[in-house]
């Protein structure tokens, strides 16, 4: 482009906001139109300037190379989502959360104790409920 110089970008929804858009400001499904004029550069007029592309060789550039790209980053995804175990798919608060992957003590650790406090509490039910100091029904 050159200094002045207008280019007319359109975006697909796909690649926008998608079906959902993004409401009040982009409505559903809505099909992007940029109009961007180019007002100054650094770099004399008949310098070459590097492109953007130069600057990381590796990334895809066409279409279809970024179309492929996005098609095996979901096949990942969804692979490591099968990957995952039960236990990893929850997320337990821990008052002895650790970044460093120190291990807590047993006594805290918020996978044995969630188990032992529960069956204390169904435990002191079934108490209550057999020593009548839990009544169901109506009292005559």
Do not use: C
């Not at 130069?54 to 990334?59: A, C, G, K, R, S």
């Amino acid at each position: 482009m050159r200094k002045g110089e207008k280019a007319q970008f359109t975006i697909a929804p796909n690649y926008a906001y998608g079906r959902r858009g993004m409401p009040p400001v982009i409505p559903n499904s809505a099909t992007l139109t940029f109009e961007i004029e180019l007002e100054s550069f650094s770099g004399g007029e008949g310098e070459v300037i590097k492109k953007v592309s130069d600057f990381n060789v590796d990334m895809a550039r066409t279409p279809e190379d970024i179309a492929r790209e996005y098609e095996e980053k979901l096949v990942t995804q969804k692979e490591r989502k099968k990957k995952r175990s039960l236990s990893d798919r929850f997320y337990i608060i821990s008052p002895y959360a650790s970044q460093t992957g120190e291990k807590p003590p047993w006594g805290i650790n918020p996978n044995i104790t969630f188990f032992i406090v529960a069956a204390f509490v169904g435990i002191g039910f079934h108490f209550g409920r057999v020593s009548a100091a839990i009544h169901v029904g109506y009292v005559d």
